[in-house]
């Protein structure tokens, strides 16, 4: 498996809508696992086909519930409450910004094997599904932010050189 580039605001494949996904085969495969490994190399949590350049259908998920998900052709079939909070997005890195999503959502679409699955989601696994699907819309989270973005600290290459420098000296 390979990481793949993360595209960024004002990359205009962030705002095409996505085809469906009429068959698996080994690139869609390939896709799905290079997803998974960009996803978690950038420390995310979710990650769309778009994000990698890819105009499909399909969104990765691992909100560290110990299931991790693939949907395929995904489409949210029911929601449920109401949840507002800090989101932000690979595609936006350094930002963040309110955003209310539904509390519970019931999502069906297709695995890697083709078969139709339903997958309920609540609290962050909700807002990482409608979060993603809006990605396949070519929508964005900042079209929803409710106060406007605003900068979140990321560790800088240097700072997390001197951690690793730190953390070998208490190891000895």
Known sequence: MAIRNIRVEGDEVL???????TKMNARIRELIGDMFDTMYESNGVGL?????????????IDVMDGRPLTLINPEIIS???EQTGEEGC???????????????????ALNEEME??????????A????????HLDGVLYCDKVLDGLHRVDLPREEDLAEETEDDEETEE
């Open 127 to 134: 807002r990482c599904i409608c979060h993603e699907l809006d």
């Open 90 to 108: 690979l595609s936006l890195p350094g930002l963040a910004g309110d955003v209310t999503r539904p509390m519970k959502v019931v999502c069906k």
């Open 15 to 21: 705002r095409k809508k996505c085809k469906p996904v």
């Open 48 to 60: 769309a086909a778009p994000q990698v350049g890819i105009l499909k259908r399909i969104v990765v």
């Open 116 to 125: 139709e699955i339903t997958v309920e989601g609540e609290g962050l696994l």
């Open 79 to 81: 929601t449920e409450g």
